[in-house]
Every structure is written in structure tokens, then in C-alpha cells.
């Protein structure tokens, strides 16, 4: 007799385990072969099926949290690093971590409603693999409840090539390598990066790759009546050239909601955003809105007429380009807008007063001093744009409610005599023009206890340097009515660090991005970061964005998003850097709930103090590197901790 058989190239790892460990072929390439008997048939087509199960690539599936990177060679966890710290995460994490359990294939999360939360899958192939695609459909939950569409996305996770370490983390630093950092949404590949995908992938060209991480970002919605509490299950499925497997995902929502509001003030500072097509600036404020951080623009303004001591402004351009930032309407459906914080106006605007700096002054608002000198007319126009600025902001209802700062970038960070008297002399101006208590006015730098003592007759706002930052002389000036803010790195390895405002480098742990938050809270202070945008472009090929020198060299510094037109995305593309401070900044939440309840303010403390243990910044914590747990998987039991007591 004759017959056919499949010659396939489809292996279903699963369902042909226990014939020959691999799967059963699917009808797509037939070779006739002649056959004596149907004994004869099923002995060779069995033996058939097993030869392309031997010669189909062996795929493993495996899961880790969002607070890890897993190098895309060795496989192992960049932050496995116990001969830095010895409390790093350790252990075999392709059998058991924070959410995974391989003797089950299960994802196990918990979550809050209005929340993200995430996690990783590895597909990792010692061979060569083709054709890599995965099907996700979504949790299904109580009475039909789901978490799916936008709310269950996967993307793809891009790796950048870190060569050398960044400057001045020597001992810190996780090291070179292969970093994975971009999130990419899942789309079809074309003439770019997507799915179905190689390993090695054919476009990240990265050498001796054997496993391509995917990131999946789930999103419980605020109402209950969308997301009841109660668990939420689904299986995440790849398929490969070969064969096809799958996991479990669990997902355990508790009965409360993360507020729309966010509690914890502060912003990363952006010089990129105002110049962009407003559609394009548009979707990078609502990517840091659904990330919890407010991009600060320096600085939006009114077109201005002058002449002599009169001034004329014309608000048409300003209030079309941000009113819906003002009043909320950006972060509707109105705007395609999904995520937390919906239809809640930004928290605060910079007004858009600057004066010289360095002499260039190409960036004052409302006029340049004339000739160098400081005259009536000159005070007389600032003031009068100012009391024009108060008039204009105040006469719509929800753009009263949005906290203004006023700040002089000619000023940032000076440290000289006349620095100080210009500071108190542009602090009295605007106050007399604006009044006090409508806008705080701001300063930035690491400035001594008599320095600010000298200030506070002006200042209501003082965003101190991390490197210099005393909570001592916080509560102090906090006692004169002065608000204070932090800025710059987390972890002072070496003083040279204090070089630099940014806290955003690839190469060390996510911990520090995620840290913002707790440390927020144990000070009770803002923060501030230097740019999410710097050298974004480049970003995707060239990790050390940053360099002014052979012996300054940052990897990933003020970039946090990178542009999604290089890999032909119509939107920004978020990094995992960026997601774990998000991490961060929805832990605060989870402590600002808890403390609302009886007793709540000194139960967070205790668990906050029991992973950050030491004070950071200042000098107390120069050259001390162990000031908090550096396991991730401990922040993530005193969250979970947490969202038990609130649901309560």
C-alpha cells in the first residue's frame, strides 16, 4: 500500500511527550512511502515523527518578575550579582522565584485595582529557533470579568550593548553586557522588528543570543464593577518552527483601587516635549501619566507684546496647546486616553518666567535686562506679566487647582554671592507681582544651612541635590514654610557621583529607579529627575547616551523613553527603567492608603525602614552603598504585605 506522511514543520511539544518527548506533526508537506502493512506504517511513521521531534530546536519557557534582567546569552539574571551585595537575589530562577513555579508553569501575581503590575517570559533555545509567535488572549475572571486587549499587552523586549561601566560605579555597576531595556509593542514583523521572531533575533544582532525576553504589562481597571476582586487566570502561549507551549498565569486582584490622584509630588524635568507636533506630545504625557510621573516642560509661554512699561499677551497658542493637560481632558477617551489618573488635570505647570544665564539670553520671559542694568521699566514689565499670568490662570476653575512654580533656570545651581541677591531680588518681584501662596517660588542646588537661611525669605520650594540633602536641615526649613524636593542618583559609590542629576543608568540595579518611591515616603519629600528624552534617538544603538569625555561616560543618563520612529512605532516606547520606577511610585500608594487607616502612617514606616534601613543622601551615606535590602523579591513581600492589610 501507499500512504503519506507528514514531513512537518510544526511540533506540538506537548501532546507527543510520552511517544518520543517531543509533538505531533501537522499535514503540511507530504512524502509518499510505500508500506508492506498497517503494523509496518504506524512503526515508521512513529519513527518518522520522533526523527523531526529530534531535529526540532528544544525551547524552555520560563518566568521572572519586573524588578530583573535576564542576559540574553548566559540566561542568568544581571542582578544575581552576590559578590556585590550580598543579599542580591540568588538561586536557580528558572525552577522558583517571586512569581514563578515550574513544576507547575504558573505565573503568580497580586494586584490592586487601578494598578499595573508585571512580569517576564523567557523563551530560551540552546539551538537556533524560528518563526517565535506568541497568543495571549487575556485573564478571564469573576462573573466573566476580564483583563485583556490594551490591558494585557506584550511587548518585546530590545537589548543595548553596555561596554563599558558608567563612570563612577565601578563597584556597583551589574557590569557589560547585553541589557534588556526597550519595551516594544507586539506587532507583525515586516521591514522591522516584531512578531514572529528569531532567536538569535535578526535585528538586535546580538551574539551567541539563546533566549528573547517578552515583557507582559497588565492592567487591572479602576471600577469595580469592570474588575471585581477575585482571581483572574489565563494561559500565555508561544509557538515556534517546531513546536508550541504554554504557561499558566494567575493573577489574584484585591477589592480596593489605587487612587487616581498621585500622592507623591514631583516631575523629570523635559527641554524636548515643546518643541514636538502636539499629537506627539500628547502621547509621551499620557505614557507618563499612565506611568505616574508628570514630564515637566521649561518652559510653555504666552506670545508678548512690549512697549515701555506696557505688555500685551496673547494666550491664544498657549491655551490650545495645554488647556487639555489643565483641565484633565488629555487623559480621557476623549484623547484615547486608558490608565490611572483619568481625567485628572496635571498636578503642577512651570510658569514661564527665566531670566539670563550666562549672559545668553535668548530664554527670558518676560524681557532681558536693558543694557545689562536693572531699571523701573524692567521691573514694571515683569511685574505687570506676572499679575497678567495670575489673571489669566485663575479664570478657569480646574486650572486654579493645579499647583504653579515659578523658576528661574538662569539660577539653577549657583553657588556665589551674586547668584543669592539675584535669587532674593527675582523671588520679591514675582511675589509683589503674583502675591504669595498662589505659586511657590523654586531653587535648585545643594545649598549649606546658611545659604538657605538667607533664602527662605523668598524661596517656598527647594529641590536639593541628593549628594547634599540633610533630612536635619529639611525639618528644619520645613518648620520656615519651605517645601523640599530631592534630586540626582540614589547610591553614592564615590563622591564623583554627585556629578550627574540624573538616577536613571542601565547598568545598575532597577532598585535604584524603584526606590524613588520608598525613599519619598520615608522623607516625606518630592523628587525631582533630570530628562527622560536625552539622546533618545541614538538611544536604541549607543547605551552610553552621555559623554563629555574618555573618563564621563553614562549609559542610559536622562533617557528613560527612547523614540519609537527608529524601529517605526508612531508612539514613544517606554524602558524597563522606566517601569520599575513606576513600581516605586505605585508602592507609595499602596503606603499613602494604608496610612489613611487607624494606625496605618506607623505600620508603613516599620515595613518602609525595614528595606530602606539606612538614610540616604548626605553625607552620612557617601561612599556607602548598602542602604536598603537589594533584593527585589523583598520589596515585593512588604508590597504584598501591604495590599493585604488595605484590603482588610
Same mark, same amino acid.
Given at each position: 500500500?501507499?500512504?503519506?506522511?507528514?514531513?512537518?514543520?510544526?511540533?506540538?511539544?506537548?501532546?507527543?511527550?510520552?511517544?518520543?518527548?517531543?509533538?505531533?506533526?501537522?499535514?503540511?508537506?507530504?512524502?509518499?512511502?510505500?508500506?508492506?502493512?498497517?503494523?509496518?506504517?504506524?512503526? *515508521?511513521?512513529?519513527?518518522?515523527?520522533?526523527?523531526?521531534?529530534?531535529?526540532?530546536?528544544?525551547?524552555?519557557?520560563?518566568?521572572?518578575?519586573?524588578?530583573?534582567?535576564?542576559?540574553?546569552? $548566559?540566561?542568568?539574571?544581571?542582578?544575581?550579582?552576590?559578590?556585590?551585595?550580598?543579599?542580591?537575589?540568588?538561586?536557580?530562577?528558572?525552577?522558583?522565584?517571586?512569581?514563578?513555579?515550574?513544576?507547575?508553569?504558573?505565573?503568580?501575581?497580586? &494586584?490592586?485595582?487601578?494598578?499595573?503590575?508585571?512580569?517576564?517570559?523567557?523563551?530560551?533555545?540552546?539551538?537556533?529557533? &524560528?518563526?517565535?509567535?506568541?497568543?495571549?488572549?487575556?485573564?478571564?475572571?469573576?462573573?466573566?470579568?476580564?483583563?485583556? %486587549?490594551?490591558? @494585557?499587552?506584550?511587548?518585546?523586549?530590545?537589548?543595548?550593548?553596555?561596554?563599558?561601566?558608567?563612570?563612577?560605579?565601578?563597584?556597583?555597576?551589574?557590569?557589560?553586557?547585553?541589557?534588556?531595556?526597550?519595551?516594544?509593542?507586539?506587532?507583525?514583523?515586516?521591514?522591522?522588528? %516584531?512578531?514572529?521572531?528569531?532567536?538569535?533575533?535578526?535585528?538586535?544582532?546580538?551574539?551567541?543570543?539563546?533566549?528573547?525576553?517578552?515583557?507582559?504589562?497588565?492592567?487591572?481597571?479602576?471600577?469595580?464593577?469592570?474588575?471585581?476582586?477575585?482571581?483572574?487566570?489565563?494561559?500565555?502561549?508561544?509557538?515556534?518552527?517546531?513546536?508550541?507551549?504554554?504557561?499558566?498565569?494567575?493573577?489574584?486582584?484585591?477589592?480596593?483601587?489605587?487612587?487616581?490622584?498621585?500622592?507623591?509630588?514631583?516631575?523629570?524635568?523635559?527641554?524636548?516635549?515643546?518643541?514636538?507636533?502636539?499629537?506627539?506630545?500628547?502621547?509621551?504625557?499620557?505614557?507618563?501619566?499612565?506611568?505616574?510621573?508628570?514630564?515637566?516642560?521649561?518652559?510653555?509661554?504666552?506670545?508678548?507684546?512690549?512697549?515701555?512699561?506696557?505688555?500685551?499677551?496673547?494666550?491664544?497658542?498657549?491655551?490650545?496647546?495645554?488647556?487639555?493637560?489643565?483641565?484633565?481632558?488629555?487623559?480621557?477617551?476623549?484623547?484615547?486616553?486608558?490608565?490611572?489618573?483619568?481625567?485628572?488635570?496635571?498636578?503642577?505647570?512651570?510658569?514661564?518666567?527665566?531670566?539670563?544665564?550666562?549672559?545668553?539670553?535668548?530664554?527670558?520671559?518676560?524681557?532681558?535686562?536693558?543694557?545689562?542694568?536693572?531699571?523701573?521699566?524692567?521691573?514694571?514689565?515683569?511685574?505687570? @506679566?506676572?499679575?497678567?499670568?495670575?489673571?489669566?490662570?485663575?479664570?478657569?476653575?480646574? $486650572?486654579?487647582?493645579?499647583?504653579?512654580?515659578?523658576?528661574?533656570?538662569?539660577?539653577?545651581?549657583?553657588?556665589?554671592?551674586?547668584?543669592?541677591?539675584?535669587?532674593?531680588?527675582? %523671588?520679591?518681584?514675582?511675589?509683589?507681582?503674583?502675591?504669595?501662596?498662589?505659586?511657590?517660588?523654586?531653587?535648585?542646588?545643594?545649598?549649606?544651612?546658611?545659604?538657605?537661611?538667607?533664602? &527662605?525669605?523668598?524661596?517656598?520650594?527647594?529641590?536639593?541635590?541628593?549628594?547634599?540633602?540633610?533630612?536635619?536641615?529639611?525639618?528644619?526649613?520645613?518648620?520656615?514654610?519651605?517645601?523640599?524636593?530631592?534630586?540626582?542618583?540614589?547610591?553614592?559609590?564615590?563622591?564623583?557621583?554627585?556629578?550627574?542629576?540624573?538616577?536613571?543608568?542601565?547598568?545598575?540595579?532597577?532598585?535604584?529607579?524603584?526606590?524613588?518611591?520608598?525613599?519619598?515616603?520615608?522623607?516625606? &519629600?518630592?523628587?525631582?529627575?533630570?530628562?527622560?528624552?536625552?539622546?533618545?534617538?541614538?538611544?536604541?544603538?549607543?547605551?552610553?547616551?552621555?559623554?563629555?569625555?574618555?573618563?564621563?561616560?553614562?549609559?542610559?543618563?536622562?533617557?528613560?523613553?527612547?523614540?519609537? *520612529?527608529?524601529?517605526?512605532?508612531?508612539?514613544?516606547?517606554?524602558?524597563?527603567?522606566?517601569?520599575?520606577?513606576?513600581?516605586?511610585?505605585?508602592?507609595?500608594?499602596?503606603?499613602?492608603?494604608?496610612?489613611?487607616?487607624?494606625?496605618?502612617?506607623?505600620?508603613?514606616?516599620?515595613?518602609?525602614?525595614?528595606?530602606?534601613?539606612?538614610?540616604?543622601?548626605?553625607?552620612?551615606?557617601?561612599?556607602?552603598?548598602?542602604?536598603?535590602?537589594?533584593?527585589?523579591?523583598?520589596?515585593?513581600?512588604?508590597?504584598?504585605?501591604?495590599?493585604?492589610?488595605?484590603?482588610?
Amino acid at each position: 500500500m501507499k500512504t503519506l506522511v507528514a514531513a512537518d514543520d510544526f511540533v506540538d511539544a506537548r501532546r507527543l511527550a510520552s511517544r518520543c518527548g517531543s509533538g505531533i506533526c501537522e499535514n503540511r508537506r507530504y512524502k509518499p512511502i510505500t508500506m508492506k502493512s498497517p503494523r509496518i506504517w504506524i512503526a *515508521a511513521a512513529t519513527l518518522f515523527v520522533c526523527h523531526v521531534a529530534a531535529q526540532s530546536p528544544a525551547v524552555r519557557l520560563w518566568a521572572v518578575s519586573d524588578g530583573v534582567r535576564v542576559n540574553p546569552d $548566559t540566561g542568568q539574571v544581571f542582578e544575581a550579582r552576590t559578590d556585590i551585595h550580598k543579599d542580591y537575589p540568588a538561586g536557580d530562577f528558572r525552577q522558583n522565584n517571586s512569581v514563578w513555579n515550574a513544576a507547575t508553569k504558573t505565573v503568580s501575581l497580586k &494586584a490592586a485595582r487601578n494598578e499595573f503590575v508585571a512580569f517576564q517570559v523567557i523563551v530560551e533555545a540552546a539551538q537556533p529557533v &524560528a518563526s517565535v509567535n506568541v497568543k495571549f488572549p487575556g485573564l478571564t475572571g469573576p462573573n466573566g470579568a476580564s483583563i485583556a %486587549g490594551k490591558g @494585557a499587552a506584550v511587548l518585546k523586549e530590545w537589548y543595548v550593548d553596555v561596554r563599558h561601566v558608567t563612570t563612577g560605579y565601578e563597584r556597583s555597576s551589574l557590569g557589560p553586557g547585553w541589557y534588556p531595556d526597550a519595551l516594544m509593542p507586539k506587532r507583525p514583523t515586516h521591514l522591522y522588528s %516584531g512578531f514572529p521572531f528569531f532567536i538569535p533575533d535578526l535585528y538586535n544582532n546580538i551574539p551567541g543570543q539563546k533566549n528573547q525576553a517578552l515583557w507582559i504589562d497588565l492592567f487591572v481597571p479602576f471600577d469595580r464593577k469592570t474588575a471585581p476582586g477575585g482571581r483572574y487566570s489565563g494561559d500565555f502561549e508561544v509557538s515556534w518552527k517546531g513546536g508550541r507551549d504554554s504557561i499558566h498565569v494567575v493573577l489574584d486582584v484585591w477589592d480596593f483601587a489605587l487612587p487616581q490622584q498621585t500622592h507623591l509630588p514631583g516631575d523629570i524635568w523635559n527641554g524636548s516635549m515643546r518643541n514636538m507636533p502636539p499629537d506627539e506630545e500628547l502621547a509621551y504625557y499620557q505614557l507618563a501619566r499612565q506611568h505616574r510621573f508628570l514630564p515637566l516642560i521649561y518652559a510653555y509661554r504666552p506670545k508678548i507684546k512690549i512697549s515701555g512699561s506696557d505688555v500685551s499677551l496673547d494666550w491664544t497658542e498657549y491655551d490650545r496647546r495645554l488647556a487639555p493637560y489643565l483641565d484633565g481632558s488629555a487623559f480621557t477617551s476623549a484623547h484615547g486616553y486608558w490608565g490611572p489618573g483619568y481625567g485628572v488635570p496635571i498636578d503642577h505647570m512651570m510658569l514661564p518666567l527665566n531670566n539670563e544665564k550666562g549672559g545668553d539670553d535668548s530664554t527670558v520671559w518676560p524681557m532681558a535686562l536693558p543694557n545689562g542694568r536693572r531699571t523701573p521699566e524692567y521691573e514694571a514689565v515683569w511685574k505687570e @506679566a506676572g499679575r497678567q499670568v495670575r489673571a489669566h490662570l485663575d479664570q478657569n476653575a480646574r $486650572t486654579r487647582s493645579v499647583a504653579k512654580i515659578a523658576f528661574l533656570d538662569g539660577l539653577d545651581e549657583s553657588y556665589n554671592e551674586p547668584a543669592y541677591e539675584k535669587m532674593l531680588y527675582y %523671588g520679591k518681584l514675582l511675589h509683589d507681582a503674583m502675591g504669595r501662596g498662589w505659586f511657590k517660588y523654586r531653587v535648585d542646588g545643594g545649598y549649606t544651612r546658611p545659604v538657605m537661611d538667607r533664602l &527662605a525669605r523668598e524661596v517656598e520650594l527647594w529641590v536639593c541635590h541628593t549628594e547634599d540633602f540633610s533630612i536635619d536641615d529639611v525639618d528644619y526649613f520645613r518648620k520656615k514654610g519651605i517645601d523640599t524636593w530631592f534630586y540626582g542618583p540614589m547610591i553614592y559609590e564615590q563622591k564623583k557621583n554627585g556629578g550627574c542629576g540624573s538616577n536613571t543608568f542601565i547598568d545598575l540595579d532597577l532598585l535604584v529607579n524603584r526606590g524613588i518611591g520608598w525613599v519619598g515616603w520615608k522623607y516625606r &519629600a518630592g523628587w525631582v529627575e533630570w530628562e527622560f528624552d536625552w539622546n533618545a534617538y541614538a538611544a536604541w544603538y549607543e547605551s552610553e547616551n552621555y559623554k563629555d569625555s574618555p573618563d564621563r561616560i553614562y549609559n542610559g543618563s536622562g533617557q528613560l523613553i527612547y523614540r519609537g *520612529a527608529v524601529m517605526g512605532y508612531q508612539q514613544p516606547i517606554p524602558s524597563i527603567r522606566l517601569k520599575a520606577q513606576r513600581r516605586g511610585l505605585q508602592d507609595f500608594e499602596y503606603f499613602w492608603l494604608l496610612a489613611e487607616k487607624p494606625g496605618g502612617k506607623q505600620a508603613v514606616d516599620e515595613l518602609v525602614n525595614s528595606i530602606v534601613y539606612k538614610r540616604p543622601f548626605g553625607s552620612q551615606a557617601l561612599l556607602d552603598t548598602e542602604i536598603w535590602k537589594n533584593n527585589p523579591e523583598e520589596w515585593d513581600k512588604v508590597r504584598i504585605a501591604l495590599g493585604e492589610r488595605i484590603a482588610k
